[in-house]
């Protein structure tokens, strides 16, 4: 009796201490799986249909197309055989564990700043945490030269920084947590940060003054984030933590940025990306000095009045009042503000154009679960209505931003046919 | 909006009931929503009703709502090319018809004969060409405009007889109901189902359309609105 | 013998309207694995984006959400003498289908029963002792208290963002608000909507008379609002196309803005469309049922097992499932025996149009809810209805659910047709308003469901017969407000009026729209003897069969149903997330 309660009690030791070694095991595993969730890893590794991070996912890169690659732990099909070392080396380094170099759609350049601790969490979820799929994506189809893979060899020696992150001078812990996520997992700057002739980032980290300074993506002018002047701190965590804020909602990529990333981090995360981005000195934007606002007063009369309507004003009538309202406020949380809008005042207006088109959808997350769609326009309006419609936006209640063209909305039209809405 | 030439009620009239076989100019595909704002009527060709029948309803409409007095009439308005294209599309598809049917029910408990809208036209056309001939010798088009009025009152108020002429089952007053009604609601739906032409109704009786945002407007008691109309697919009148 | 059998699920929802919906969250949210069949079709908010809904023609005219005739038609006869004839077109009422069910298009006023309408009964044996009402009449009170239900309908109005006037906060009565309402433990979530032309006019007059008018309390939110589930609904925009439409901007509270993306996102939840229930599959000993059998998209016959039922597929399909199914003995009108199919009602409606040469209504700015009512007229807050004889009483109210011009009211004598009917809709459309009123019904011994035995539905099975007509007490009831209605429309000076009341030898018409509040047939009550559910909705019959919809009343109170069905729904589900689960079995004895 005594041999055998001696035999369970070693036993219950070994057990318990498997337990425990278990649950270190499996708390690496979850901090590896909310570090993915800030990466962002499964929007380009997951596709739509097709099992999580098995790749396959089709980027239109402009000179050719790239097909994510299969991450899950398969050891003939994904990452199944990569040791530590050679995860870190993709991650960081855009480097196959065959030599090959990835393209820098994989945004290696940001992910250089992640810290040995974070890749050993992340590797322990793509290892332990993810389910392995046996099948490969297609091969990526770059045209010549792109698709000379050893190019990419001599492109990071011009343009690739692969610094490790690097804390500035005055940054509390709770900047230093903000600046860490954007510059690195976040890879914010990938988007925001504007690129050279080679689509290289044009700025890497903080010391930067063009980093995060706004960009280009497919046609879609991409703001920038440098001191969001217009948010508070607050804006910014309820932007990310549900695609809308007080007088926002998101439109075009961010939504699934906000959908698989942002809106699964948490409160202190988002509170100390929030509070880093305000620490950045804002791009001085440059106004149409030739626009004079409406004012707010003045547009609200007139559209209230209904008489003697520019066609412009006749438009927001017929299409937009009745969500935006004739004040231009639309409605906190719900239908976004168009007075004083970051992306109807956008020098650039092809963001704007593309949410009259194509409309937008928040997405649904925990905190804000509401799926609201605003309708595209695009087949009730002709190029020349869009275009006075959204050069009436662009100067009705105070905003102050300069007339869109006819050919402007057609060449957005056409982008969104060609890219899909 | 630019202005597009339209034809005088008599010249369409005259168009068609000369025109037989009505002469096809551009066949525009009767399904599409968006192709039906932009026909005109006497280059319509009807899809659900035969050439003799299209003749029966664009005098009917004529005089349902006529162009005489203030404000646009059917032929205007495009309203037989609504009634056919909803014939053709289905119009009557959702009513239960399984029987036994008993037509004679009292009118309280509804509609009880046994047939689709499709077939209260046809044999409502049938039988009221039927009446036309024996009162006048003539079909009901070329019948003069006060003959026209009475028979379709006679219709409305049961003063002809179906039943004398072998129709046990639909009075003549509920073919005129099913008619004006449909003749009333291609004259106020939205343009994209083939009438109110150029949203014309909405325009005389001051109905702003598919604009939907009032916000603004629900303060302002006894004002007159002073908009005009947005159609579905965006057209402004 | 169904050729499927889908896997296995702790509760499964017949129905995914209000009821369903409401069902499906809260047993979602308590860890149960919940699966909704739905008959109709999905309704992603896609479909109702701005401005498709604006669109008088197909929503309203040619009834675009609504179930159709061909599939769900009734018959309907006037007593027991007759044979029934189905309702081939829809008149007096018209169910919806689809996902969110009528709570898609509904006019959204959302307002309580009083605390007398929920016990009637007690109400009128006392104070109709001397009186010799219908001695056919049945009614009943509900088997509940007035503050066991309050916190329930507290919740469900801050679902759906309640906007009004509050009249009675915890006994003190507020201005502004319904004096003769229960009292709230809570103010309303949200301010009222504005008054149209027509609705401050009539609230003056009535006002004058001496009536207590207050804004109909509104589903059609005023400001932004965030519910106790994180879903957001919008500030109302007065589109004017509500009574019958999805809304185009999100802000009328339905089961799509106030639930559905919130339960979506649990991974304990799915739902089938296009699935049609035929029957619930009862054990061999009948005191429970082990699953659904429905009709899927593809036309097969699928079995879905799971532990617990819920029906809430509207009333009468409610009804006609527990007959099909064998829940609960059928009634029999002449025996008074089983509760199946007893005690059903309606409402009836009615009202004056007014004329103003002179007056712009704006009748197409307007809410579903916008309007002004007085509750006077209702049980125990008036003492003619004990003079003259009846029992009952109704709403009284301008309101203004659509200014779209189809079916646009002209001045008596105008012609239907010719130029006549042109120029007056020239001459007369926007310059009318209505004074109108929605009455109680009660019920009677012979106004009941049953299975028609001559007429059956696409998949075969006998249609729901029902029985009923309007009866003196009511048709008394409609003449008495008569009188009211064209007083204060006196009062306005009209230059034209025309009326639409019932008179006392009116049959009902199934033509006439009155509105879809039909209401028992498997109604809830204390004793099985003469109830088919107990105070939780449970089925007396078989435990695990729970049925919410207004098929529960026991007569129709003047308030229109959705907030009390919403109310005893929530306390349902209370029931058997905190009662049932743990012991599952009969949660009253009988």
């Known amino acids: 009796m005594k041999k055998l309660t001696s035999l369970f009690a070693s036993l219950a030791l070994s057990l318990g201490a498997l337990a425990s070694a278990h649950a270190a095991d499996q708390d690496l595993v979850t901090r590896g799986q909310y570090l993915a969730r800030a990466g962002d890893c499964m929007a380009c590794h997951s596709a739509a249909g097709k099992p999580s991070f098995s790749g396959g996912l089709a980027i239109d890169s402009g000179h050719g197309i790239i097909y994510s690659t299969n991450i899950t732990p398969d050891k003939e099909h994904g990452i199944g055989n990569y040791s530590e070392a050679q995860f870190a080396a993709a991650v960081r380094h855009g480097v196959r564990a065959d030599g090959t170099q990835l393209y820098p759609a994989m945004p290696y350049p940001s992910y250089a700043k992640v810290s040995d601790e974070d890749i050993h969490a992340l590797y322990a979820y793509f290892m332990q945490g993810v389910k392995p799929v046996a099948t490969t994506p297609p091969a990526s189809s770059m045209s010549f030269p792109f698709n000379l893979r050893w190019g990419m060899k001599l492109w990071n020696v011009f343009f690739a920084n692969d610094k490790p992150f690097k804390e500035q001078d005055g940054w509390s812990a709770e900047i230093k947590r903000g600046a860490y996520l954007v510059e690195g997992l976040g890879h914010c700057g990938s988007c925001h940060t504007p690129r050279g002739f080679a689509m290289n980032e044009k700025a890497s980290d903080s010391s930067q003054a063009q980093f995060l300074s706004g960009g280009d993506l497919n046609g879609w002018a991409v703001p920038s984030l440098r001191g969001m002047p217009h948010w508070s701190a607050q804006d910014i965590v309820d932007y990310l933590q549900t695609g809308r804020n007080k007088t926002a909602s998101v439109a075009g990529e961010m939504s699934l940025v906000v959908e698989h990333s942002t809106a699964h981090l948490k409160p202190e995360d988002l509170q100390a990306i929030a509070v880093y981005l305000k620490t950045l000195s804002p791009v001085v934007a440059s106004k149409s000095a030739s626009v004079t606002p409406q004012g707010a007063d003045a547009t609200a ?66 905190k804000a679960p509401s799926i609201l769609v605003m309708p595209g326009f695009a087949h009730r309006l002709s190029d020349k209505e869009a275009a006075e419609l959204a050069s009436f936006v662009r100067q009705g209640w105070g905003n102050q931003a300069g007339a869109v063209s006819e050919s402007e909305v057609s060449r957005m039209r056409a982008g969104i046919a060609k890219h899909g809405s | 909006m630019t202005n597009k030439f339209s034809p005088s009620r008599r010249a369409v009239l005259a168009a068609t009931a000369a025109a037989v076989p009505i002469v096809a100019i551009p066949l525009l595909k009767p399904a599409r929503a968006d192709g039906l704002e932009g026909i005109e009527l006497q280059h319509y060709k009807p899809v659900f009703f035969d050439d003799a029948q299209w003749l029966f309803i664009l005098a009917a409409c004529d005089r349902l709502i006529p162009a005489e007095g203030r404000g646009p009439g059917a032929l205007e308005t495009n309203v037989p090319v609504f009634i056919d294209q909803q014939l053709h599309t289905g119009l009557g598809s959702d009513i239960y018809q399984q029987g036994p049917h008993q037509p004679d029910a009292p009118s309280t408990l509804g509609f009880q004969i046994p047939y689709a809208p499709q077939d209260v036209y046809r044999i409502g056309i049938k039988l009221t060409q039927q009446i036309s001939q024996q009162q006048h010798g003539k079909p009901f088009e070329k019948l003069e405009a006060k003959d026209k009025d009475a028979l379709l009152t006679a219709l409305q108020k049961n003063g002809v007889d179906f039943a004398a002429l072998g129709e046990a089952a639909m009075k003549p007053s509920q073919f005129f109901g099913q008619l004006l009604g449909d003749t009333k609601n291609g004259y106020l739906a939205d343009p994209m189902y083939g009438g109110n032409k150029d949203m014309k109704a909405w325009v005389a009786i001051g109905f702003p359309g598919a604009r939907a945002a009032y916000t603004e407007w629900v303060d302002q008691h006894n004002v007159k609105y002073p ?11 | 013998m169904p050729n499927i059998t889908n896997d296995d699920v702790d509760v499964v929802i017949v129905g995914l309207g209000w009821a369903g919906s409401i069902m499906a969250i809260e047993l979602a949210q308590a860890g149960l694995k919940v699966r909704a069949l739905e008959r109709g079709p999905d309704r992603p908010p896609e479909d109702f984006a701005y401005p498709k809904p604006a669109d008088q023609y197909g929503y309203a005219t040619r009834n675009k959400v609504f179930a159709t005739p061909r599939d769900a038609a009734l018959t309907v006869r006037y007593n027991t003498a007759q044979q029934a004839l189905p309702t081939r077109k829809w008149g007096a009422f018209a169910p919806g289908t689809g996902v969110g069910g009528s709570g898609l298009h509904w006019t959204a006023v959302l307002i309580r029963a009083t605390p007398t309408d929920l016990k009637l009964k007690t109400y009128a044996d006392q104070a109709y002792r001397h009186s010799n009402l219908d001695p056919e009449m049945r009614i009943k009170d509900f088997p509940f208290t007035w503050n066991e239900i309050e916190p329930h309908y507290d919740f469900f109005d801050k679902v759906c963002g309640l906007s009004g006037n509050t009249g009675n906060l915890r006994g003190q009565i507020q201005p502004g608000g319904d004096p003769f309402e229960g009292p709230r433990s809570n103010p309303y979530p949200l301010p009222p909507l504005h008054d149209t032309y027509n609705s401050s006019l009539f609230a003056d007059v009535a006002r004058k008379l001496g009536y207590h008018p207050f804004p109909n309390p509104s589903a059609n939110v005023s400001t932004a609002w965030t519910n106790p589930y994180g879903a957001q609904i919008a500030p109302c925009n007065y589109c004017g196309f509500c009574s019958k439409y999805p809304c185009l901007n999100y802000s009328k509270a339905s089961p799509q803005t106030t639930i559905l993306d919130v339960v979506k996102r649990m991974p304990n939840f799915d739902y089938k469309v296009n699935a049609n229930v035929i029957r619930v599959d009862l054990h061999a000993d009948k005191k429970t049922a082990r699953g659904v059998t429905y009709i899927d998209e593809n036309k097969k016959e699928v079995f879905q097992p799971a532990k617990i039922v819920i029906l809430s597929s509207f009333q009468f399909a409610n009804v006609r499932l527990m007959l099909l199914s064998g829940i609960g003995k059928p009634y029999d009108p002449i025996t008074e025996t089983g509760v199946i199919g007893r005690n059903y009602a309606f409402l009836s409606n009615g009202g004056a149009t007014l004329f103003f040469k002179d007056k712009n209504f704006n009748s197409f700015a307007t809410a579903g809810a916008t309007g002004e009512m007085f509750n006077d007229i209702s049980p125990g807050n008036f003492d003619d209805g004990i003079k003259l004889g009846f029992i009952g009483g109704a709403k009284i109210h301008s309101s203004q659910a659509s200014g779209a011009p189809i079916g646009t009211a002209l001045p008596p004598g105008t012609p239907s047709w010719g130029k006549g009917w042109k120029e007056g809709m020239i001459d007369w459309y926007d310059h009318s308003m209505k004074i109108s009123i929605t009455t109680t019904c009660m019920s009677y011994r012979g106004h009941f469901l049953d299975l028609d035995p001559n007429y059956r539905d696409p998949w075969g099975q006998p249609l729901l017969r029902m029985t009923f007509d309007w009866r003196q007490n009511e048709l008394k009831l409609q003449r008495y407000l008569r009188d009211i209605v064209l007083k204060i429309s006196k009062e306005l000076n009209p230059d034209h009026l025309s009326e639409g009341f019932l008179g006392l030898d009116s049959h009902w018409d199934i033509t006439k729209y009155v509105s879809t509040h039909n209401v028992g047939g498997a ?29 529960a009343f026991p007569q129709n109170f003047q308030a229109n149903p959705t907030a009390t069905i919403g109310a005893i729904t929530l306390m349902a589900a209370q029931a058997i997330k905190t009662q049932y689960l743990k012991n599952p079995g009969p949660l009253v004895q009988a």
């Open chain 1, 301 to 366: 009369k007139k559209l209230t009045a209904a008489k003697n309507l520019s066609l412009g004003e006749r438009l927001y009538l017929d299409n937009c009042a009745a969500c935006h309202f004739v004040n231009g406020r639309g409605a906190p949380g719900i239908f976004p503000a168009l007075d004083g809008a970051t992306v109807v005042n956008a020098d650039n207006p092809s963001a704007l154009l593309h949410v009259i088109l194509a409309g937008a959808r928040t997405p649904s997350t925990e």
């Open chain 2, 227 to 237: 908009l005009g109309p947005v159609s579905l697919s965006g057209k402004r009148a």
């Open chain 3, 523 to 551: 109604i809830m009550g204390d004793s099985p003897r003469d109830s088919a559910l107990n105070k939780y909705l449970q089925s007396w019959d078989v435990h695990n069969v729970f049925v919410p919809g207004g098929n």
